[in-house]
């Protein structure tokens, strides 16, 4: 029997919420001009990256400043640089529409997801890493005046070249309802977690926590708007499973989480400790994986020392808020484990954006173990 032509009709029509429109057919005419920022050799050669001089120590260069209305659609960055850390010591900041505070503000690295300060392959739905160090975002940036985009040296070395290519379209006009992208990182070097009495609190039984006391913060932000998702690096500073800790959502001032989870590597959309639990069907101690909106393109493992990166992205349905938002996760279960944890939040808000936290040290950023107590071993 065939279904009637109206239930086909809304079986596939796409769902929208209001005030959005779908996006346009690849086939269908598009009405705005395509624009682009770059290093390229203006006089004609083949000097691309250096397209001013090489970035000094201490000097914040202006990769450009463009007139609205637009949206960014597409970053590309790679950097010359024999500096150890470059990526955590070049920092990236955006601002919109002439303000003051950036909207966007992150080491370089940690923006796209290496937030260890060295390289690695991968590709999600909006970032990814290509071969031989091309950086790439594509999160859609709306601006309605103007972009303004720098990079910061803060590194002791000279930055040899920075390669870029900033896609942007110039439209007539945006939709009421348009956002502004932002992007916060956040570290704690080490989370501040039970050091004391370490076999009455490995993550099991005695410890409780409702209210989120404690919690590491990704990102937080007053006004409208919904939050994306996050990259998430770890250096282990303990032994044993760090992912036991839930993530805990607080919207509009509520003093409890509306959205709470079963574990960090499940927020994460991973499972069984990402293989290490004794569950593992592909026999690989360490799997690897990156899709679209999760991964685990690094997976150190359970010893102490151990260097993990992780990513999760709410595309299908980003976490609304109409006053405020607190996105924060425990530091395994309760809080227990004092691990190195370096993120970026990602989001969309009306302006203005309350003030950020004090952005760290450059000294401060770069991974390293502490040493605390705890085992050593991931089985000790």
């Not at 009495?197 to 990704?218: F, H, S």
């Not at 990602?346 to 004090?358: L, N």
Request: glycine share 12%.
């Amino acid at each position: 029997m065939k279904a009637p032509i109206f239930l086909l009709s809304f079986i596939l029509l796409p769902i929208l919420l209001p005030g959005q429109t779908p996006e346009p057919e690849i086939w269908q005419l598009r009405d705005y001009t395509n624009m682009r920022l770059t290093s390229t050799d203006t006089t004609g050669g083949n000097d691309d990256g250096n397209w001013a001089n090489k970035i000094q120590p201490g000097e914040t260069r202006v990769l450009g400043e463009v007139q609205g209305p637009g949206i960014i659609k597409h970053i590309w960055f790679t950097i010359a640089s024999d500096e150890k850390y470059h990526l955590k010591k070049l920092v990236l900041r955006i601002y919109w529409d002439g303000e003051d505070s950036p909207s966007v503000e992150s080491p370089v690295g940690d923006f796209f997801g290496l937030g260890l300060g060295r390289y690695f392959m991968y590709e999600s739905r909006y970032t990814s890493v290509g071969s031989q160090r091309a950086l790439n975002a594509y999160f859609p940036m709306p601006f309605r005046e103007s972009a303004h985009i720098t990079i910061t040296n803060e590194g002791e070395m000279v930055t040899d070249a920075f390669y870029f290519n900033i896609d942007w379209e110039k439209h007539s006009s945006l939709p009421e309802n348009t956002a502004y992208f932002h992007a916060q990182y956040r570290q704690a070097v080490p989370t501040d977690g039970v050091l004391t009495d370490w076999e009455n609190n490995p993550g099991v039984g005695k410890l409780r926590n409702k209210d989120g006391a404690g919690n590491y913060v990704i990102m937080e932000a007053t006004g409208h708007g919904h939050y994306l998702g996050a990259t998430h690096s770890l250096v282990l500073n303990q032994g044993d499973w760090w992912g036991e800790g839930d993530e805990m959502i607080f919207i509009d001032g509520a003093e409890l989480p509306q959205i709470i989870g079963t574990g960090a590597e499940d927020y994460y959309l991973g499972a069984w400790c990402y293989g290490g639990c004794g569950i593992n069907p592909f026999g690989n101690e360490k799997p690897e994986f990156d899709y679209l909106d999760y991964g685990n393109p690094r997976n150190g493992g359970d010893d102490k020392g151990a260097q993990w990166m992780v990513y999760r992205f709410h595309a299908e349905s980003p976490v609304v808020f109409n006053s405020s938002i607190r996105m924060t996760i425990e530091h395994g279960h309760a809080n227990h484990r004092a691990d190195n944890y370096y993120t970026v939040g990602y989001w969309y808000q009306t302006e203005p954006h309350q003030a950020f936290p004090e952005f760290p040290a450059m000294e401060e950023r770069i991974p390293t173990i502490v040493d605390i107590e705890g085992p050593v071993m991931g089985n000790d």
